[in-house]
């Protein structure tokens, strides 16, 4: 497909009220000044209030900051080597750190679908990841966190990349945001992809439900998405405010701006991860000097993790098994921060397995927000966030789904994989230059691990405690009837359509 025919492609997806032309450089400059002026205009005196957990006070702040393709060990306070990262560090010291936290998919649509929902990717028709032609997206019957904040009187942005539909009833601004600017999905769903540059239509940049460029300058996302934060922050400093920040990085094709080009001794990769560093920074210096901090929970984690096969473009799991798009730990165990001084225990870690799906009703246990009325996944874990004595993870299992198919279970320390088919590289180095190398395809058994013994699944002890197995087949077997299993041909009782255009 040649350029125009990549243009027309990207507008037929696109709706008929949408911006068709393409922005010069000057004009998109000109439309970020005029909206960065407008971030100045004080916030409504008179918008609702929420009220506050004890009743007493203003109700408090909250700020997501979700990283793309982030592994385990791609943070300084995780073990990251070849750079420094003191301002997720610092937050990690003033807040706790989060050992065995899962984004719910090993891949980005589903992950984000669960992050607004607190429900499994399964359960809201999201399981996969959607592309430029994708003709769904989250359904107007799903409740997102900004939803469910807004009758609180609660001010809500995105800033980033969104994943969940790219056709406008899908976008934020439809689903609780007042504000949106980023990406609509991936930022390698575009003409320069190193595989298949002809597979996909120029890459919008998206404010409120219009496109205001095409394949943007993607070294300047970072500051973008993180400018438009603080200043979004600024303007509402007087009520309360929801801030979700989806970086498109650490997502392949990287792009530094050149405040951060060559800083760091791991190459681009390295030096993506100091701009995202600089962008908490900047959160949380912004939090301090409103005098906000002590009154916002921020919260620090991502989608998903490292896409290996990108080698040096790709981060780092260790010691977990394997990476993105799999259902080890290296594909979905996070590396986790949430901080809120004088609510959260400085400098303390939490080993209680949780999730993403677990904000959403946590957020609604500390305003007294209404949870959606149909069924959520999550649960409500301030006893292991505020560092209660003893508190244990409520969830009795966690289960690893790739699409429609349940291929792993944890409970407690133990898991347990179902015999499927994944993508590894088998030792082999990834690729260099911003290229994949090929995957190799391999196939595990039935297999039992002890995760507090064996971190990176290494060792199969199922024939030493069948036990062990029979219950976490059980739990399983349960799941399957609530949200199907693909691998066995069922399609469960609990799963909700997505939206469809």
Not at 56 to 66: D, E, L, S, W
Not at 275 to 293: A, M, P, Y
Not at 334 to 359: L, Y
Not at 399 to 413: D, H, I, K, P, Q
Request: with cysteine; hydrophobic share 35%.
């Amino acid at each position: 497909m040649d350029k125009s025919g990549n243009r027309a492609y990207a507008i037929e997806n696109w709706s008929e009220n949408m911006m068709r032309a393409r922005l010069d450089r000057r004009e998109f400059l000109k439309t970020i000044g005029l909206t960065a002026a407008a971030a100045a205009l004080p916030a409504c005196a008179n918008a609702p209030r929420a009220s506050a957990e004890a009743g007493k006070g203003r109700p408090p702040n909250f700020v997501i900051v979700f990283i793309d393709d982030m592994g385990y060990a791609d943070v300084g306070c995780f073990g990251a080597e070849g750079y420094e990262t003191p301002n997720i560090d610092r937050m990690a010291a003033e807040g706790m750190r989060f050992t065995d936290f899962y984004a719910a998919s090993s891949v980005c649509t589903p992950s984000r679908a669960a992050l607004m929902t607190g429900c499994y990717p399964q359960r809201v028709g999201l399981p996969q990841v959607l592309g430029p032609n994708a003709k769904i997206g989250i359904s107007d019957e799903e409740v997102t966190i900004a939803q469910m904040l807004k009758p609180l009187g609660y001010a809500t942005a995105c800033y980033g990349k969104w994943h969940l539909g790219h056709l406008p009833q899908f976008l934020p601004t439809h689903h609780g945001f007042d504000e949106y600017f980023g990406l609509p999905y991936s930022n390698d769903m575009w003409p320069k992809h190193p595989e298949n540059p002809k597979a996909y239509p120029d890459l919008p940049l998206v404010e409120g439900d219009r496109v205001v460029a095409y394949d943007p300058d993607q070294t300047q996302l970072t500051t973008w998405y993180t400018e438009r934060a603080v200043q979004f922050i600024e303007k509402n400093k007087d009520r309360p405010f929801f801030v979700y920040l989806p970086h498109s990085m650490c997502h392949v094709p990287l792009f530094v701006s050149d405040k951060f080009k060559g800083k760091s001794k791991r190459g681009l990769f390295g030096d993506v991860i100091m701009e995202i560093d600089w962008s908490v920074g900047q959160i949380l210096d912004t939090l301090k000097r409103l005098g906000l901090d002590k009154n916002t929970m921020v919260v620090f984690c991502s989608d998903n993790g490292p896409w290996l096969s990108y080698g040096e473009h790709a981060g780092s799991a260790k010691p977990l098994r394997e990476g993105k798009g799999t259902s080890f730990d290296g594909g979905q165990r996070e590396p986790t921060i949430m901080r809120w001084p004088g609510r959260i225990p400085a400098g303390k870690v939490c080993r209680e397995p949780a999730s993403t799906m677990d904000i959403l009703p946590t957020i609604a246990g500390r305003t007294g927000a209404k949870l959606p009325d149909h069924k959520i996944d999550g649960k409500d874990i301030w006893p292991l966030v505020s560092g209660q004595s003893g508190a244990k993870s409520p969830h009795e299992a966690f289960f690893y789904y790739r699409a429609w198919a349940l291929e792993a279970v944890r409970s407690g320390n133990w898991k347990l994989h179902f015999p499927h088919a994944y993508a590894t590289l088998g030792g082999r180095p990834g690729g260099t230059g911003g290229k994949p190398a090929k995957y190799e395809q391999a196939k595990t058994d039935l297999a039992l691990f002890d995760l507090q013994a064996d971190i990176g699944e290494q060792h199969n002890v199922a024939d030493q405690h069948p036990e062990v197995v029979e219950r976490l087949q059980k739990l399983a077997d349960q799941m399957r009837q609530d949200l199907g299993d693909g691998a066995k041909k069922m399609e469960g009782t609990g799963r909700r359509p997505s939206g469809k255009a």
